[in-house]
């Protein structure tokens, strides 16, 4: 059973950064796609971006040149910098991963979640 823990949440200003990591445990980290998706509330949780096991990455459109995502496979972990924060940024972030090759964008074909980290930017 893979377990992913996030970390790096935090209340920033508008302007400001912050970096997220997932460490995951009990799984084949380095064959996985692993994704970020984020949940403002009353909202649907929406893809952010991903980086498949050979470093290809996608991103939703509004966080190009914003965000990076990027993975350690020695640490079994994932990152996601988020620079030029906006209000708008502003969700419970959650780690995914998953063996699919295909519809990385879609929240249902990501088998493991983590238990989430909130990001909060002030205006």
């Known amino acids: 059973q893979v377990q992913l823990v996030e970390s790096g949440g935090g209340l920033v200003q508008a302007g400001g950064s912050l970096r997220l990591s997932c460490a995951a445990s009990g799984g084949t980290f380095a064959s996985s796609t692993m994704a970020w998706f984020r949940q403002a509330p009353r909202q649907e949780r929406e893809f952010v971006a991903a980086?498949?096991?050979?470093?290809?990455?996608n991103y939703k459109d509004s966080v190009k040149g914003r965000f990076t995502i990027s993975r350690d496979n020695a640490k079994n972990t994932a990152y996601l910098q988020m620079n030029s924060l906006k209000p708008e940024d502003t969700a419970v972030y959650f780690c995914?991963?998953?063996?699919?090759?295909?519809?990385?964008?879609?929240?249902?074909?990501?088998?493991?979640w983590g238990q989430g980290t909130q990001v909060t930017v002030s205006s």
């Open positions: 995914a991963a998953t063996t699919s090759t295909y519809g990385l964008e879609d929240k249902d074909n990501y088998h493991y």
């Open positions: 980086i498949s096991w050979t470093a290809n990455t």
